[in-house]
């Protein structure tokens, strides 16, 4: 069920071939079978947000899998769509190397994001960093991407001021996710430990210029990677991109799932000693994925309702 796109031609396992024009304005259906496989994934993800709200029922590795691993498949699947196996494949190996690269230089160092260190709760680890942190870039890195891509109305080969706006953008979208969900698991979950704690919910904001920088610097590699290598036919139907902001908007519904009452400690502590009542920031993680991940998902849901802006791309809407 792997797609690869050859020239004009989509092929898709079990599907055989479909005939793809690039400069044609018809719009190409979504395959059945793609379509499937990612609906599926958004639901195996979103079914993962649910059972969070029970951790004690569920073994921690398997619940931090289920939140790594669909978006991760789902982003290869998207991506090969639109990008070609050559060109989503490099996406998810900057997302992987560089996320690692500069988290093991935090952790060890403390710069970009500020002194850490990772605790046992998400598995195996790289040298000094979580295998599924690593992955977790990747996932969500390229609905950030999608969304950005689609707010800029950028559909296209990006060429000009795009290849630097894209980026941009695409990092704040990548930065609401961390910002809604760092407290949570780094204060309340003990995924890692922020040595000083930190003025947001035990975090200290260095954390998020350094995910601002980490994430930037992904983007900015793969647009430039782009500015030589033309993408596949960008001519998918008006639900191939829907689903990636549905998939985005999914993850900022579970957090919102994160404010309904359940079995627990109602304060919790960071390293400075500082206390932090968990429902404040439950309550803080919901607001900022209703306004802050929500806004940039109905923007790009906007973008997306028109079926003929999609044909024409860089077309005005």
Not at 56 to 64: D, E, G, N, S, Y
Not at 220 to 245: E, H, N
Not at 272 to 278: E, F, L, R, Y
Request: net charge positive; hydrophobic share 55%.
């Amino acid at each position: 069920m792997v797609p690869a796109v050859c020239g004009g031609v989509v092929q898709v396992s079990g599907l055989g071939e479909l005939s793809v024009n690039p400069s044609s304005s018809k719009v190409t259906e979504l395959p059945f079978v793609i379509n499937l496989a990612l609906s599926t994934l958004i639901v195996i993800y979103a079914a993962a947000r649910v059972l969070q709200i029970f951790p004690a029922k569920f073994p921690m590795l398997a619940l931090v899998s289920l939140h790594v691993l669909p978006p991760l498949v789902f982003s290869f699947i998207h991506g090969a769509l639109f990008y070609r196996i050559r060109g989503i494949v490099t996406f998810l190996a900057l997302g992987v190397i560089v996320g690692n690269i500069l988290e093991n230089l935090g952790v060890r160092t403390g710069f970009p994001f500020g002194h850490y260190y990772f605790t046992e709760l998400m598995g195996p680890k790289l040298l000094v960093v979580p295998i599924m942190l690593g992955l977790a870039y990747t996932g969500m890195a390229y609905l950030s991407w999608t969304l950005a891509r689609l707010i800029l109305r950028e559909l296209r080969n990006l060429d000009g001021a795009n290849v630097l706006f894209v980026p941009l953008l695409a990092s704040c979208i990548m930065v609401a996710w961390d910002f809604s969900m760092d407290p949570i698991w780094a204060t309340v979950l003990h995924g890692w430990i922020w040595l000083q704690g930190g003025v947001y919910f035990g975090v200290p904001a260095t954390n998020f210029l350094g995910w601002y920088l980490t994430v930037y610097i992904i983007y900015q590699l793969f647009a430039l990677y782009l500015r030589r290598t033309p993408v596949g036919p960008t001519r998918w139907p008006s639900r191939y991109w829907r689903l990636a902001v549905i998939f985005y908007g999914v993850s900022a519904t579970g957090n919102i799932l994160l404010t309904i009452p359940r079995a627990g400690p109602t304060v919790v502590y960071d390293p400075a000693g500082t206390a932090w009542k968990v429902s404040n920031i439950t309550a803080a993680s919901a607001s900022v994925s209703i306004f802050v991940m929500g806004a940039f998902a109905l923007l790009a849901w906007i973008r997306v309702k028109d079926r003929n802006s999609i044909i024409r791309g860089q077309g005005a809407v």
